[in-house]
């Protein structure tokens, strides 16, 4: 069965009243909603962001205060924004909240735990950092051991023992090998030591060779120049402040006898002989002595010296024929 509502004209116009008919937040951020008679409900706090002017702050909100002065309390879930000195909450490693921006000085210093960096303060410290290089990247990623040396082989760096670089450069280790390459050690100055030799506990060299090509020898007492082997003019070489000393029995001087040589034999015909020699000089000091005896022997001279063409040996006996041997020194 049906039921059927009638509405009087009365309660119809009570309805009407009470409609809603429109609705704003208010500067307390209250929602006002205001009826058809022109009443007004206030529904209570909302959202929203319409300042509200204040002596000593402003509320946004129910919620939200913004200002230079403590409000006091607040609702439970508001947050107050300090425009004088902010009092937080702050941001942290665990927590939202404000923060403030680091300068490039703070950046820089790098010891700031609460302030967030900006890409100029990033890239002020990157300024001051080596760049990227592929080269120290490769670096970074190997293992040398100790006393071990950075080496590109076929485009890659590698790490390698000073042996294997010895090898590579075919240079011999201290236990001996050949050197297949010169091997140059320049001084500015003649004096320059560049390569030398000590004994365990020496003071001084034993040996040295100078940027000039001097060899210099000592005891190790003293600076090296007891005895020295040095190149003194065109073809000389001079041994100073000492002798030349052969201390084993069968070794001594040795003189290749050619043509134009400094020793030689000849044989003397009538008593004479012209020896043909361009080494020859006006001081040659010339030594003979008969090698082997033929016809009458007599006493042997040097008759006549012809710098750069040759010398005359004399017998006093116009008979001998013996093969005389001589040797041509020079004073120095």
């Excluded at 609705?23 to 307390?28: P, T």
């Amino acid at each position: 069965m049906a039921t059927v509502t009638v509405v009087t004209a009365e309660r119809t116009l009570e309805i009407e009243a009470t409609s809603i008919v429109a609705g704003n937040v208010n500067s307390a951020g209250h929602l006002i909603l205001t009826r058809h008679d022109g009443t007004e409900i206030d529904i209570g706090a909302v959202s929203g962001m319409q300042l509200d002017s204040g002596t000593t702050y402003s509320k946004v909100d129910a919620f939200t205060y913004v200002g230079d002065t403590d409000p006091g309390p607040v609702a439970e879930g508001s947050v107050w924004l300090d425009t004088g000195a902010i009092a937080g909450p702050f941001a942290s490693a665990t927590q939202q909240g404000l923060v403030e921006l680091a300068t490039t000085a703070e950046t820089t210093t790098g010891t700031d735990t609460t302030r967030a960096v900006t890409p100029a303060g990033l890239k002020a410290v990157a300024d001051t950092k080596q760049p990227s290089d592929s080269d120290l990247t490769a670096f970074a990623a190997l293992s040398p051991a100790n006393n071990d040396i950075l080496q590109r082989k076929s485009g890659v760096w590698v790490n390698r023992t000073p042996a294997q670089l010895l090898a590579d450069l075919a240079v011999p280790s201290f236990t001996g090998g050949a050197v297949t390459t010169p091997i140059t050690r320049s001084g500015a100055t003649w004096s320059d030591n560049v390569i030398n030799t000590r004994v365990t506990g020496d003071a001084f060299d034993r040996f040295a060779l100078f940027a000039d090509g001097s060899l210099r020898w000592g005891d190790g007492t003293s600076t090296p120049g007891d005895v020295s082997l040095s190149y003194t003019d065109t073809n000389d070489i001079s041994i100073d402040s000492g002798n030349l000393r052969f201390g084993t029995t069968g070794y001594g001087v040795q003189f290749q006898e050619t043509t134009n040589g400094r020793m030689g034999t000849t044989t003397l015909v009538g008593g004479t002989k012209v020896v043909a020699n361009t080494s020859v000089t006006a001081s040659s000091r010339i030594f003979l002595t008969c090698q082997t005896a033929s016809g009458t022997q007599g006493f042997l001279r040097v008759a006549a010296k012809v710098a750069g063409t040759s010398f005359t040996i004399t017998s006093t006996s116009t008979t001998d024929t013996s093969v005389i041997a001589w040797v041509i020194f020079e004073p120095s």
